[in-house]
């Protein structure tokens, strides 16, 4: 399987990570994409290791960017085999990751745009990463709907973001998501933000801190 690796930041105070936030980027990005979040959350989280790793594969539709399946056959059945081999890499990688740091699920949260998003939710609630302290999916979906509630095993809290004006993926696919969430008991929020496109704003990003200081509160010593 292929490795990743890509920026990373913190802990911002300099100690030893309490906890691992990975920051998964969407189609044509990189982990640069993101990785600029991270001191907006270290505020909350001081002692964080934030990483943003880059998506394993070329992206084909540019001569840059990475993605992490392919999206140029949106077939059900190509879609999901793409998402598993993906989810399969990141599990690699954040397994290695929390053992190399000592640290278990319960530390770790995974944040996800748009096709980060979508292996966030499907890596982080069907046990192919440790079952995360919680998961942050902007302008994302709940991909292979249909074996959900057969694969469900961890259930954190969960936050989908979308714009209601967004372009790529339309806002149905988090309501969708919602839906899907509800019906296996799954904690969740829903933040539908108006007039906003395929993108981040401010409100999405303060909703993020806050799931953020509620499922990873530092450890003291």
Known sequence: MA????????????GEPDSLVLLLHGVGADGFDLIDLAPVWAEVLPNALFIAPHAPFPFQGAP???????IMDRTPARLEAGLR??????????????TELGL???RL??????????VALFAGLRGVVPAPASILAYSGALLAPESF???VTARPPVLLVHGEADEVVPAMASREAARALQAEAVPHELLLRPDLGHGLDDAGLAAGTALLARSLPRIAG
């Open 3 to 14: 490795a990743l690796e890509g920026p990373q930041y913190g802990p911002a105070s300099g």
């Open 64 to 70: 840059f960017g990475r993605q992490w399946f392919d």
């Open 85 to 98: 081999h993906a989810a399969g890499i990141l599990g690699d990688f954040t397994h290695a990751k929390l």
């Open 104 to 106: 278990g699920g319960d």
């Open 109 to 118: 949260a995974l944040m996800g745009f748009s096709q980060g998003a979508m």
């Open 149 to 151: 509630a057969a694969e």
